[in-house]
């Protein structure tokens, strides 16, 4: 018996989340049937990152254990050939036996991609969200460099979650204005509560529209209240970039 990690990207459009669900196609529900079916044996992967419905990943993290002699390094390529084109395993590779993606020291980086024009450009429309009102970018750098460093992130929590210590730290945001109005906020943490990117960017659109001001950003940290903070950003406009291990 062997533990293999898979790095995987997919467009999250046409799926719901990660996370298997009764009766709906999801990413984990893919992979586990193209492995059961390459390796002819029950396979259930273990995901680093439980992304939503609509949420795209360039490099999400998973591994599965199996008993096949197929090397580890060969069963992304012979996988890739089982999977729907919006999946593609880019890497997969042998790992000790008690590796968990989960319980792992990780670093992770997320960016929420805003098309930020008068008009829509359709090709965008599944991977970025839309805004027309001019958003002031200097305002929204002010506001994400406010956010850097160890906080209580609970006022950028879904109120969904389950989780009692929603203490993160966050090693930098980038916000970041191309020569196509894509703007981009990057994120990079040791982890990251529920819908927190997600609500992160829909605070510093609402700075970037004057509803906030960037000095507010502080107190919201202070407030620990869903409340205090925007609206949580849509969520195809999300990209998990990638997960980086110590091992």
Known sequence: ??????????????????QIQPGKVTIESRLNEA????LGEPVQVIGASRTDSGVHAKGNVAVFDTSHRMPADRICMALNQRLPEDIRVQSSEEVDPDWHPRKCRCVKT??????????????????????????????????AGLLVGEHDFKSFCSVRTQVTDTVRTIYSIEVKRDEEDMIGIRVTGNG???????IIAGTLMAVGMGQIAPEDMGAILEARDRRAAGPTAPARGLTLIRMEYDG
Not at 192 to 198: D, Q
Request: charged letters at 25%.
């Open 1 to 18: 018996m062997k533990r293999v990690r898979l790095v995987v990207a997919y467009d999250g459009t046409h799926y719901h989340g990660w």
């Open 35 to 38: 492995l059961t079916s390459l």
């Open 110 to 143: 997320y960016e929420y991609r805003i098309l930020n024009r008068r008009i829509e450009m359709p090709m965008q429309r599944f991977y970025s969200h839309f805004c027309y009102f001019n958003l002031d970018l200097e305002k929204m750098q002010k506001a």
């Open 192 to 198: 990251f509560l529920y819908n927190m990117v997600r």
